[in-house]
């Protein structure tokens, strides 16, 4: 079974981002392990279980200049919890960051951005198991700047939020 087919994502909500036309299904990267490098390692292996990360999808609004906008839909397992079925902060810290590198890497067309600073802020508790949705925004910097400057949340499908974060993420010089 694919991530797309994956039952956790049977939800009314989560069916709705799928067939909006405004947004387009890409490629989870940070899925996806590196042969013979431990690029997205965690993601990919470490995370990735029934019982940790289930099963994720990324969506990039369709936008004729620039992608300015992602959702990450993520499934939870319980064993993403710190305190009894009450996801671990670090995992929300994660998400954030992943979803809002993620859109850093398709706005700048490269893979080698890496976070500059990040920021998170706890508004309630993320009972696991779960299905979240994460959202995150170009907020400043595109084109010919090394540094952007992203927003994001992880919510529920009825837009309860559960954290907000924002993050610099900076693109290497390039070698001379």
């Not at 013979?36 to 004729?64: C, H, W």
């Not at 595109?142 to 974060?165: A, F, H, P, Q, W």
Request: glycine fraction near 8%; include cysteine.
């Amino acid at each position: 079974m694919t991530d797309d087919e994956h039952p956790d994502f049977s939800q009314a909500w989560s069916i709705a981002l799928s067939k909006n036309p405004s947004w387009k299904a890409i490629k989870t990267a940070s899925l996806v392990r590196k042969p013979e490098s431990t690029e997205n390692f965690l993601f990919a292996t470490v995370l990735r279980s029934p019982d940790t990360i289930r099963a994720a999808r990324t969506f990039i609004k369709q936008d004729r200049v620039s992608p300015k906008e992602l959702r990450l839909l993520v499934s939870l397992g319980p064993g993403v919890s710190g305190i009894a079925d009450i996801c671990h902060g670090g995992i929300i810290a994660l998400l954030l960051d992943e979803a809002m590198g993620a859109l850093a890497c398709e706005v700048l067309g490269r893979y080698d951005v890496v976070t500059g600073g990040l920021s998170v802020e706890y508004k309630r508790k993320l009972v696991t198991p779960a299905v979240v949705l994460c959202k995150s925004w170009v907020e400043m910097g595109e084109g010919s700047s090394r540094k952007m400057k992203l927003r994001g949340t992880v919510e529920d499908g009825e837009g309860r939020i559960y954290s907000t974060g924002h993050s610099v993420f900076i693109k290497p010089k390039e070698k001379l």
